[in-house]
């Protein structure tokens, strides 16, 4: 048996030790495994060195490691690839050339590690009639198929970190902070963030804000003679009727996401009249080793991987449904968004401890 193993989108913390369990569990199993540099480029772009050889040397000491040894890309999508002609960006189709060089390489099956994106584009080489095993991967935790995804924890964990620390300056020279924290379209790191740091408004793109009852929660704060506040927003979170917050697009067709706090901070402090300022975390969420949860979870998804493949269950996807590791249809897990439910126990948490959701 000769696996392929690679990670795509954005990086998240664990993709380390998912890349260790896939490759030990394999080994003692008596296969081989080949990496894929930087999504599937390393068998476009960086052909033949581009699939480098996976050993136990090669993942010695890695689990704890944030980043990825392979690297990964966002906008290496195979069927929409960027091509240069005549001096312009176009996008064409090349998966045949990636089924192509995967059988060069004597490939018996694919261990996608990814997101959303990732996975749909690993759902249409399976369609194409290549073996694929999923493991879900992204930060913002937004896959419905699987309970929590490796990444998620460690960028909650250093959001919250982030919002303790502004808690003092907030303090000391009487602010309202605005952060904004990733998330795109779903608001589980701004809630579970902004509940755990004690942030006095958190806003998520599930429920629509209106910025008058923000304002007027920061008011009554103030009243009360707590002069500073701590607002968190989604990157996603949007006005009543508005539309989110965006720096533009990529290739003329991805939204990029980013924007919010810049235009609460700027409106709460004309409303308010309060000094206010913001802060956007962005990478910071991304960087990092994974916590000991997203380590242990991330090493489970490695070695669950594995047993799909032994037990030829190409096509499916590796979910934490506690307490198991169970397999599920590629197709079912990317049908459709996990949003924060609002009758979700963190919102009701964060209504109870009279945190401003906007609504």
């Not at 060069?104 to 694929?132: C, T």
């Not at 607002?231 to 965006?246: D, H, N, S, W």
Request: charge should be positive; charged fraction near 25%.
């Amino acid at each position: 048996m000769h696996l392929l193993v690679n990670t795509g989108g954005g990086d998240a913390p664990g993709l380390n030790a998912v890349i260790r369990g896939v490759v030990l569990s394999a080994i003692r199993r008596g296969w081989h495994v080949s990496g894929i540099r930087r999504g599937y480029n390393g068998l476009l772009e960086e052909w033949p060195h581009g699939v480098i050889k996976l050993g136990r040397e090669h993942v010695r000491g890695i689990a704890h490691v944030g980043g990825t040894i392979l690297g990964t890309v966002n906008k290496g999508n195979p069927f929409e690839y960027p091509v240069k002609e005549n001096g312009k960006v176009v996008l064409k189709d090349v998966s045949d050339l990636v089924l192509a060089r995967m059988r060069e390489v004597n490939a018996d099956g694919l261990i996608a590690i990814g997101g959303d994106g990732s996975l749909r584009i690993a759902q249409k080489f399976i369609d194409k009639g290549m073996k694929v095993i999923g493991v879900p991967k992204t930060i913002d935790n937004d896959l419905s198929a699987t309970q929590v995804t490796f990444g998620f924890d460690s960028a909650v964990s250093v959001a919250t970190d982030a919002i303790d620390r502004l808690h003092s300056t907030a303090e000391s020279h009487q602010r309202v902070m605005v952060v904004e924290v990733m998330g795109r379209y779903a608001g589980w790191i701004a809630l579970n963030a902004g509940v755990s740091g004690g942030a006095n408004v958190v806003l998520i793109p599930e429920i629509e804000f209106d910025i008058e009852k923000v304002c007027a929660s920061i008011k009554r704060r103030y009243e009360t003679g707590r002069c500073f506040a701590i607002v968190v927003a989604a990157e996603g979170a949007k006005p009543k009727g508005g539309q989110m917050a965006i720096k533009g697009t990529e290739l003329g067709r991805e939204v990029r996401l980013g924007g919010i706090a810049e235009q609460l901070a700027a409106q709460i402090g004309e409303r308010t009249g309060f000094e206010t300022r913001s802060l956007v975390l962005g990478h910071l969420q991304r960087g990092g080793g994974p916590t000991t949860f997203d380590r242990l979870l991330a090493l489970r998804f490695g070695c669950a991987a594995a047993r799909l493949v032994e037990q030829g269950r190409w096509g499916h996807m590796v979910a934490w449904q506690p307490p198991s590791m169970v397999a599920v249809p590629i197709k079912e897990a990317i049908s459709k968004m996990k949003d924060v439910p609002l009758d979700h126990d963190t919102v009701l948490a964060a209504r109870d401890l009279g945190v401003c959701l906007g609504d």
